[in-house]
Nanobody, 124 residues
């Protein structure tokens, strides 16, 4: 089992920044992949970014490339998502997810472990 707990959501004006954190514990290993997904009201859950736990290889959705940065904080066993230049369309519940293999998948169904989500609201 892998346990994931997100934090750092909130309300921010357009153009602002937020930093989300995902604290991981349990059966994470050097080949785990941690992903961030988001789900806006009435929309399907979508991929945002992912990182290989021990290789620091990162992937981003085109919609956030250049604005969001995913990184692992080794000392805290957390994966952070720094979000800059936020837009109203970034408003969603953001979820941290994990799979215990290196994965290039952007499909939520391929991630068996999920956090509870944190709300991000960007006002216009």
């Amino acid at each position: 089992q892998v346990q994931l707990v997100e934090s750092g959501g909130g309300l921010v004006p357009a153009g602002g920044s937020l930093r989300l954190s995902c604290a991981a514990s349990g059966r994470t290993n050097s080949r785990s992949t941690i992903g961030w997904f988001r789900q806006a009201p009435g929309k399907e859950r979508e991929f945002v970014a992912s990182i290989f736990w021990d290789a620091a290889i990162t992937y981003y959705a085109d919609s956030v490339k250049g604005r969001f940065t995913i990184s692992r904080v080794n000392a805290k066993s957390t994966v952070d998502l720094q979000m800059n230049s936020l837009k109203p369309e970034d408003t969603a519940v953001y979820y941290c997810a994990a799979v215990t293999v290196w994965s290039l998948s952007r499909r939520s169904n391929d991630y068996p472990y999920w956090g509870q989500g944190t709300q991000v609201t960007v006002s216009s």
